[in-house]
Structures are given as structure tokens and as C-alpha cells.
């Protein structure tokens, strides 16, 4: 987060993306009517190195429906990626929506053991980024050879039907809400953009089920895209429950 100092040293941030703000508001604000549909262009800021896909300031197009959990609304929310994509006139040669779901990535965590789940998170979330053999060498150094191995063959999985891991009853909710959304896609028309890609991680806590990224197909920029459901936030913020699912589309590739 991009802090900073007034004349009168008093600290305050510039909001990094706005889902934590549209939380904090919906907490604040007891009464609105949900299910809601919200849609902002904000100017955002991020502290770090600028790096090409990556600056310290840039408009970003966020979408959240809050109010309802339903896979109904994961499938909505995507289904609006899409159609964004394709108003711009990229069809499914050019662009793709990977997807997974935080359950069953952290079950299977669970399945193996691992104490430390954020370290090992953030390198799955460097899975493409990595050379294979980089990426095995850094998780060997931490789990070992045998974990590493099961890691790499879940991670490779591309069909729901081969995950056939043993997952506990929350990784086993992940993939019946993952069969369903596809389910939901193919009704919407929009599944031949859609792949399953259980190494998406995303760098946000607070994500507690599904969870997408746009990409070109041919990987040359960053994601174009990025969201997925959020349930906790809002009453985590102080607020009554309120379940939601969004995502944010920046302006710098």
C-alpha cells in the first residue's frame, strides 16, 4: 500500500484496488438492498518498483455483486469478464479465463501437511513464471522431493474429472462448486473461454472460493483480469455478513 505523510504528519494511504473499499462501505452502510451489483473506474496506486504490466498509478474497471453466494453469481460475474473481452473483439483465440477455487487448493495443502501454506502459496502463484526445474528446486528446498512431486501432478491437472486427490470436506465442496460453475458457463455460452487451472493462486487472504484470471493466449502480458468470490470480507470489515464475488481489469499491459 502507497502510504504517505501530510504537513501536519499525519499518515494516510492511497487505496491499492477498490474491493476492500466497497467492503468497508457495504459494512458501514446496514440496510442496502442485496443482492447489489456495483461497478467503479478508480484510480489506484500501488508501492513498488514500476515494471512493465505494473505501475504506481492506473485506472482499474472493478465489478462486484454482493449479497448472494451462489455459483449462479460466480458464473455471472465471469460470463461479464467475457463479454467485456469480446466487446473489445477478442474471441477464444485470443484470450482465455483460467479458473479454480481456493478449497481444493488448500485442502490438498492440508492433505500433504505443509505447516507453512502461504510460503508455498506464493511459489505456486510463480508457477508460470518459473522454469519447471526453478520451480521445483524452490519447493524441494521447503517440502522436499516427494510433496514437491504430488504438488507438480495436481497442478498439471486440466480436467475436474482426473482430480482424484484426497481431499477433506471443504476441498470436497471446492470441486462440487468448480463442476457446477462450468456447468453454469456452458448454459451462459461462454465456457470455450474457460479452462481449468488449479495453479492460480492470487495474492489476496481473503478469497475463500472461487477465484479467475483473463490471459492472452499466448501468455505474453500479465493477467488482464483477476478476481473471485470474497465471503468473509465484509463482516470481517465490522459489518453483517454479506458475500460476495468481483474482479478488477487494469489499463497498463
Given at each position: 500500500i502507497y502510504t504517505l505523510l501530510d504537513k501536519s504528519n499525519n499518515e494516510f494511504a492511497l487505496h491499492p484496488e477498490l474491493t476492500p473499499t466497497i467492503a468497508r462501505m457495504i459494512a458501514q452502510k446496514q440496510g442496502i438492498k442485496r443482492?447489489?451489483?456495483?461497478?467503479?473506474?478508480?484510480?489506484?496506486?500501488r508501492y513498488e518498483a514500476p515494471q512493465s504490466g505494473r505501475l504506481r498509478q492506473f485506472a482499474q474497471f472493478n465489478l462486484d455483486l454482493l449479497g448472494t453466494e451462489t455459483i449462479t453469481s460466480d458464473a455471472e460475474v465471469i460470463t461479464v469478464l467475457v463479454e467485456i473481452l469480446k466487446a473489445f473483439g477478442f474471441t477464444k483465440n485470443d484470450v482465455f479465463i483460467r479458473i479454480s477455487n481456493r478449497k481444493v487448493i488448500e485442502s490438498f495443502l492440508d492433505y500433504l501437511v505443509i505447516s507453512d501454506k502461504?510460503?508455498?502459496?506464493?511459489?505456486?502463484?510463480?508457477?508460470?513464471?518459473l522454469s519447471p526445474e526453478g520451480f521445483q528446486e524452490a519447493l524441494a528446498e521447503i517440502i522436499g522431493a516427494k510433496k514437491t512431486q504430488e504438488i507438480i501432478s495436481f497442478l498439471k491437472v486440466k480436467n475436474l474429472s482426473d482430480i482424484k486427490f484426497d481431499l477433506d470436506d471443504n476441498g470436497k465442496q471446492g470441486l462440487k462448486e468448480l463442476?457446477?460453475?462450468?456447468?453454469?458457463?456452458?448454459?451462459?455460452?461462454?465456457?470455450?473461454?474457460?479452462?481449468?487451472?488449479l495453479s492460480i493462486m492470487r495474492g489476496f487472504d481473503y478469497y475463500t472460493?472461487?477465484?479467475?484470471?483473463?490471459?492472452d493466449t499466448n501468455k505474453k502480458f500479465r493477467a488482464l483480469a483477476g478476481g473471485g468470490r470474497y465471503n468473509n470480507l465484509v463482516d470481517f470489515l465490522g459489518g453483517e455478513p454479506c458475500p460476495g464475488i468481483g474482479f478488477g481489469m487494469g489499463d497498463v499491459i
Open positions: 443482492p447489489m451489483k456495483w461497478y467503479a473506474i478508480p484510480d489506484c496506486y502461504k510460503e508455498i502459496a506464493k511459489l505456486i502463484d510463480k508457477y508460470d513464471k463442476n457446477k460453475l462450468f456447468s453454469k458457463l456452458k448454459a451462459f455460452g461462454v465456457v470455450d473461454f474457460c479452462k481449468l487451472d472460493g472461487t477465484i479467475f484470471e483473463a490471459y
